[in-house]
């Protein structure tokens, strides 16, 4: 039996004002020629235009270029479960958050729900950036911080509001709290959708054409910010006896403090390669393709969070080595 492909889901994120409403409404009229379930906070503003919206009163409504909208009233898990029964009429799913929240509750549901996780693979998490106000709200907002450390995708949105000097002040400030996002700096949010979208973006595989250097050594990013990212690599195999009971207690143990956690591992006597992917105490990982004939066999982590003694973490993870 063929096994049904998973719909890709994006998570779009950004504090308030950032531009993500307009991005959305990018997506949502621009004639791409992919349907897109588009999920949205009931709270505040839609945040859709009302010439975009067909039958606004159904909770799941039709956007006049063929996407379907949710409005979030209860359960993520019930409504995506509904999009399920109306699969075949969108390629992709949206997910706009509120731009107060936290991003990791809504991409652990992709992990703690057997048939949400059957049926749909997170893509990406999107942030948008105001680059005009980012200081002031990494100043005040805890929520700003975890939205960039949380992100595939970085979207450093209103450029055309700043200095040169300014811009790059700012890129090296979400740098420091995520080395590892993709970053695309907009006006008006204005990027190519298949930059951003259907991406594959959640896969610690992009990485390393941000940041090779990584395979040579584990390092971590500190900045005046109290998160910190860091990255490991063992030149080699690992021992799944010892890692996987080692990773899952680093969950429990660590897991409020771990914003996102990745990892590609060769395990000893196996031809597959093992992808791990981690939101606080949430843990998913499975086999994934065959190592190829001309990749080097090597195991990597990749941890964002806060409060992480690295050192400790690395020399956990080291003793994991074949």
Partial sequence: MTAIPQVPVTVLTGYLGAGKTTLLNRILSEPHGKRYAVIVNEFGEIGIDNDLVVGADEEV????????CCTVR?????????????RGRFDSIIIETTGLADPAPVAQTFFVDQDVRAKTRLDAVITVVDAKNLAARLADSTEAQEQIAFADVILLNKTDLVSAAELEVIEARIRSLNPYAKLHKTVKSDVALDAILDRGAFDLDRILAIEPDFLEHGHEHNHDDDI?????????????????PWIN????????????????????????RFVLQGVHMILDGDLQRDWRADEKRVSKLVFIGRDIDVAALEAEFRATAV
């Fill in 61 to 68: 409504f039709e956007m006049n270029n063929g996407c379907i």
């Fill in 74 to 86: 209860g359960d993520l898990i019930h409504i995506i479960d509904g999009l399920m029964k109306r």
């Fill in 228 to 244: 910190i990212s860091a990255s490991f690599l063992i030149d080699g195999d690992v021992n799944p006896e010892k890692f996987v």
């Fill in 249 to 272: 207690e680093v969950s429990q143990r660590l897991g409020p403090q771990l914003l996102r956690y990745k990892g590609i591992l060769a395990f000893r006597g196996e031809d597959k």
